[in-house]
């Protein structure tokens, strides 16, 4: 079972561990000035390294009172810092030395592995961002784990010992910063942030986890399969003007029917190395979208890598038993668990040609 540390020599153990996982993977760090919207400033060892979403800048203050601080910045090409300007954090996860519900940061042990975690609670614009909105612009990095005794749900942001930790960290600092561009554009209406459909790539990162065992795989390679399906969903359609592939802040990918924008078919792509609970949740969520996107005719798709079915997949009854339909991804290409390729699966569904 996943835990929140409360334990003050914990929390220092997990802060020290992230700390030289960053010095690892930054080399050399500078020591820069960092400001904050309250004119604060402060001078930081600082990091800088490359991720798939772009140069990711960290700072890492000496140890405060009551907690410790974790800046973050995002950029799309290297920059060369200028010592007299003051650095601004994009995203700011503070992790307070003992339990503080109030504190957005935590350290999180799953097993022997540690992730850096966030209970969702960021700033924009001076303003706080209502907890509810910023949960569901993360509906995918949810993660489940005891908080004093208590279950409860935190934001996911990378494994310490994850061989992917830069490109988690570029992918959570991307989402923070649409999440505040949304809130910008929106408030407090998560509609507004995530009921639309949208064109482009997935931000979710490879969530890895290292253990004496061997590697553990949490939400393995989710964007580049999710990525990989919307190309194969573009190609099956394409010259089809009646139909899109589109994706939400929810919805993995869907084809939509123009005019109308309404969901035909939508797909749920899971990748954890060990299903269990995401099988369940991905049911939820399937019937949820259905209802909020589509209508009673919408067919539904379960999406999984086939590293995770391995010799079968002994839900599929289940699945079936409730219209959903499962697809398997192999090499660069979709199908169900009988063989039959993706084309032969929606065309009927689409009627196709």
């Known amino acids: 079972m996943r835990e929140i540390l409360t334990a003050k020599r914990e929390i220092n153990n997990a802060i020290r561990e992230f700390r030289k996982r960053i010095a690892s993977i930054g080399g050399t760090p500078k020591q820069l000035k960092w400001g904050f919207p ?28 009551s907690r410790v601080p974790h800046l973050f910045r995002l950029t799309k090409e290297q920059t060369t ?14 992790i307070p030395l003992e339990l503080d519900g109030h504190v957005s940061g935590v350290y999180v042990r799953d097993g022997k592995a540690i992730w850096l975690c966030s209970r969702g609670r960021f700033n924009a614009f001076r303003k706080t961002i209502p907890l509810k909105v910023a949960l569901a612009h993360f509906d995918k990095w949810l ?12 934001i996911s942001v990378g494994a310490l010992d994850s ?13 923070v910063k649409k999440l505040k561009d949304s809130f910008r554009l929106h408030g407090n209406e998560v509609e507004g942030i995530e009921s639309h459909w949208i064109e482009g790539e997935e931000f979710e990162g490879t969530k890895t986890k290292v253990t004496k065992g061997g590697a553990t795989t949490y939400e393995f390679l989710h964007g580049p399969i999710c990525n990989a399906l919307g190309d194969a969903l573009k190609s099956l359609l394409q010259g089809q003007h009646q139909y899109k592939v589109r994706r939400s802040g929810n919805v993995d990918r ?35 979208y259905r209802a909020r996107y589509g209508n009673s005719h919408t067919s539904l798709f379960l999406v999984l890598p086939i ?13 079936e038993s409730l219209g959903i339909g499962v697809l398997i991804r192999k090499g660069a290409g979709f199908a169900q668990l009988d063989g039959s390729p993706l084309e032969t699966v929606l065309k009927p569904l689409l009627k196709l040609k």
């Not at 061989?163 to 989402?175: K, N, R, T, V």
């Open 143 to 154: 993660v489940e784990a005891n908080d004093a005794d208590q279950m409860g749900k935190v």
């Open 163 to 175: 061989p992917s930790l830069a490109d988690d960290l570029g992918y959570f600092i991307e989402a």
């Open 307 to 319: 590293e995770c079915v391995g010799g079968g997949f002994q839900q599929q009854s289940l699945f």
């Open 81 to 94: 810092p200028d010592s007299h300007i003051a650095l601004t954090p994009d995203v700011e996860i503070n």
């Open 254 to 288: 869907a084809i939509v029917e123009s005019p109308g924008d309404l969901a035909r078919v939508i797909f749920e792509v899971k990748t954890a190395s060990s299903l269990g609970p995401q099988l369940y949740s991905a049911i939820g969520q399937l019937l949820s």
């Open 38 to 65: 309250n004119g604060n400033k402060v001078i930081c060892t600082t990091y800088f390294f490359t991720s798939i979403r772009g140069e990711v800048t960290v700072g890492l203050p000496g140890v405060w009172p």
